[in-house]
């Protein structure tokens, strides 16, 4: 359904209500509702206390590529990526880095802990967090997904995950970037030179 704003001189005084403007006094507000295009957003402030709606921020469908990166992220509390089925060219990791403008580079800032019950580690240093080994194909993909908390605060970014890997074990995946900066995008790729195909998913959660 199209929204259509309603001029103010439509509605000036002695101006009289037709039929065009009672269809979309009925018709305006279930586009806001639907979210279609030109209609007001429903902001936060809007909703019922308590409530921790989460935003699709952005969706990709990766095919045959090394990876994926969000940018421009800023005002939510925390985000979720997730993970649909992806799968790799070759034998290879799945890492998520982070980064001010550009993808945070090879400086060992990250530490990590992946096993099936993983603990980060301060002894671990690297260039990025590796939440899963990726399988390498279409029917032993992975599915999960990876919390970030801290992006945007000049504090130390955690990273949380838990995947299905090869459909048959789980991976559990946490990490921190111990440096005290604020970040404004998310890359998720391969380690080395595979490709990879399948979907991911960014959500944004606020209060």
């Excluded at 990709?60 to 925390?78: K, M, P, V």
């Excluded at 060992?108 to 399988?135: C, F, K, M, P």
């Excluded at 090869?166 to 991976?171: K, L, Q, S």
Aim: charged share 15%; aromatic share 8%.
């Amino acid at each position: 359904m199209t929204y259509t704003a309603i001029p103010d001189a439509d509605l000036a005084t002695d101006k009289p209500i037709t039929q065009a403007k009672a269809r979309l006094l009925r018709d305006n507000p279930i586009a806001i509702a639907n979210g279609d295009s030109g209609a007001p957003k429903i902001q936060t402030a809007a909703l019922e206390s308590g409530l921790r709606p989460r935003y699709l921020i952005g969706e990709e469908t990766l095919s045959a590529i090394n990876g994926h990166t969000f940018s421009s992220l800023s005002g939510y509390d925390f985000y979720e990526l997730e993970i649909f089925n992806l799968y790799c060219s070759a034998a290879d990791d799945l890492v998520v880095r982070t980064g001010s403008g550009t993808v945070h580079s090879g400086v060992a800032h990250y530490g990590w802990g992946r096993t099936g019950n993983a603990v980060y580690s301060s002894n671990s240093s690297d260039s990025e967090i590796q939440v899963a080994t990726l399988g390498t194909s279409v029917n032993n993909g992975i599915c999960g997904f990876v919390k970030i908390y801290h992006l945007s605060q000049a504090v130390y970014t955690q990273f949380v995950g838990q995947l299905i890997v090869n459909g048959v074990g789980v991976t559990n995946a946490s990490g921190v970037r111990r440096q005290a900066s604020a970040h404004d995008l998310i890359r998720v790729a391969t380690d080395g030179a595979g490709t990879l195909t399948g979907t991911v998913r960014l959500y944004g959660y606020r209060t």
